[in-house]
């Protein structure tokens, strides 16, 4: 593959990394949030309990002024749970088009041999061809599980959201039952 298969390997070893970050922080995250929420005592080493913690900064707020805190709460915790997964997903767009552009780079290659040497070895050509085409494969195996390992990343980070929404939801009814 040349130069552009060993840059593709070196993107998708990179991505990888940073898809294996994400799964693991995910996970603990998840489980410390799962814990908070059979927990009545707030902990502020996971995403909801630093939601929850606004509710008790904010004892006597109104309804509204609550639910401002707790959705400024819900956006601090975003970026920290989508960290890094636009970069996985940038890799597995870029990482076949790296490929393609290594086939026709292989291609252009081939031809300019052709053109100084003829056609007199079909072994050469096929050679080389081939050659060019690893590289398309190698931008596919990388792509395919990155779009993968973003989707499930995406969907676990949204899911932890859609928690520390529906728990500030939660708390927004019970002050509003108060009154």
Same mark, same amino acid.
């Not at 390997?9 to 990394?17: P, Q």
């Not at 060019?132 to 990388?142: C, E, F, P, S, W």
């Given at each position: 593959?040349?130069?552009?298969? &060993?840059?593709? $390997?070196?993107?998708?070893?990179? +991505?990888?990394?940073?898809?294996?970050?994400?799964?693991?922080?995910?996970?603990?995250?998840?489980? !410390?949030?799962?814990?908070? $929420? !059979?927990?009545?005592?707030?902990?502020?080493?996971?995403?909801?309990?630093?939601?929850?913690?606004?509710?008790?900064?904010?004892?006597?707020?109104?309804?509204?002024? $609550? %639910?401002?805190?707790?959705? %400024?709460?819900?956006? +601090? %915790?975003?970026?920290?749970?989508?960290?890094?997964?636009?970069?996985?997903?940038?890799?597995?767009?870029?990482?076949?088009?790296?490929? @393609? @552009?290594?086939?026709?780079?292989?291609?252009?290659?081939?031809?300019?041999?052709?053109?100084?040497?003829?056609?007199?070895?079909?072994?050469?050509?096929?050679? +080389?061809?081939?050659?060019?085409?690893?590289?398309?494969?190698?931008?596919?195996?990388?792509?395919?599980?990155?779009? $993968?390992? &973003?989707?499930? @990343?995406?969907?676990?980070?949204?899911?932890?959201? &859609?928690?520390?929404?529906?728990?500030?939801? +939660?708390?927004?009814?019970?002050?509003? %039952?108060?009154?």
């Amino acid at each position: 593959g040349g130069v552009v298969g &060993y840059i593709i $390997l070196i993107v998708g070893a990179f +991505g990888l990394l940073l898809a294996l970050e994400r799964l693991v922080t995910l996970s603990l995250i998840r489980m !410390k949030v799962n814990k908070q $929420l !059979k927990s009545k005592e707030v902990n502020t080493n996971n995403p909801l309990g630093r939601v929850l913690k606004v509710r008790d900064e904010h004892p006597d707020a109104d309804v509204e002024a $609550l %639910e401002l805190h707790l959705t %400024e709460a819900i956006l +601090g %915790e975003v970026p920290k749970l989508g960290r890094n997964l636009t970069i996985i997903k940038i890799i597995s767009v870029v990482a076949p088009l790296m490929g @393609l @552009l290594g086939t026709v780079t292989g291609m252009i290659n081939t031809f300019q041999a052709i053109t100084l040497f003829g056609t007199g070895d079909p072994k050469l050509m096929a050679g +080389g061809i081939s050659t060019a085409l690893v590289t398309t494969v190698l931008g596919l195996v990388v792509a395919i599980p990155m779009t $993968l390992l &973003y989707a499930m @990343l995406n969907t676990r980070s949204k899911n932890i959201v &859609y928690i520390l929404q529906e728990q500030a939801s +939660g708390v927004i009814a019970e002050r509003a %039952e108060r009154g």
